[in-house]
T-cell receptor
Framework: DSGVTQTPKHLITATGQRVTLRCSPR?????VYWYQQSLDQGLQFLIQ???????AKGNILERFSAQQFPDLHSELNLSSLELGDSALYFC?????????????FGSGTRLTVV | EDQVTQSPEALRLQEGESSSLNCSYT??????LFWYRQDPGKGPEFLFT???AGEEKEKERLKATLTKKESFLHITAPKPEDSATYLC????????????FGPGTRLSVLP
């Protein structure tokens, strides 16, 4: 157990629908990162939050949004889902500096859009 | 454009057969190069951070090295439990705390 908790583990939904993925960071970590991993794209950075505020944005689609709550858990909202959104979605957390220890990843949410 | 590539894409070794995985990068202002191990259906697990050319780090059967353009992950006398995908990632000066990940090398160690 890495200490980063992601729910649900698996999600199957239809095109056009909206889903919410949840992440609880490791105790004491203030930063939360969301990554998408698909077979053809590898791990792609989506967005980072630090202590409730958006810190950095990567290749995140406009149909996707995220937030970090006062208790530091984060949610990734995916709407108007398309078949191509099927992927593993990982959340990671870190203390303020990542250089020495990198990120700690959760075990991911596997999203299947049918 | 910053880029991280890894080779080979896949590698099959016999137990005890040592080898190396390569990570090549082109970024400006490298702050750190990271190696992760990922088991199927799980999140990547942090292995090493390397900061500057010439640096080496070791952990059990794994040894990571860094030059100005690439990093190697040497696996000595691997065991079947070393089978996983090995990812490298770079952090550059203009990335903040974010990484660019390579596509990974899928390692299979046969008993």
């Amino acid at each position: 157990d890495s200490g980063v908790t992601q729910t649900p583990k698996h999600l199957i939904t239809a095109t056009g629908q909206r889903v919410t993925l949840r992440c609880s960071p490791r105790s004491g970590d203030l930063s939360v990162y969301w990554y998408q991993q698909s077979l053809d794209q590898g791990l792609q950075f989506l967005i980072q939050y630090y202590n409730g505020e958006e810190r950095a944005k990567g290749n995140i689609l406009e149909r996707f949004s995220a937030q970090q709550f006062p208790d530091l858990h984060s949610e990734l909202n995916l709407s108007s889902l398309e078949l191509g959104d099927s992927a593993l979605y990982f959340c990671a957390s870190s203390v303020d500096s990542t250089l020495n220890y990198g990120y700690t990843f959760g075990s991911g949410t596997r999203l299947t859009v049918v | 454009e910053d880029q991280v590539t890894q080779s080979p894409e896949a590698l099959r070794l016999q137990e005890g057969e040592s080898s190396s995985l390569n990570c090549s990068y082109t970024v400006s202002g490298l702050r750190g190069l990271f190696w992760y191990r990922q088991d199927p259906g799980k999140g990547p697990e942090f292995l090493f951070t390397l900061y500057s050319a010439g640096e080496e780090k070791e952990k059990e059967r794994l040894k990571a090295t860094l030059t100005k353009k690439e990093s190697f992950l040497h696996i000595t006398a691997p065991k079947p439990e070393d089978s996983a995908t090995y990812l490298c990632a770079v952090q550059a000066a203009n990335y903040g705390q974010n990484f660019v990940f390579g596509p990974g090398t899928r390692l299979s160690v046969l008993p």
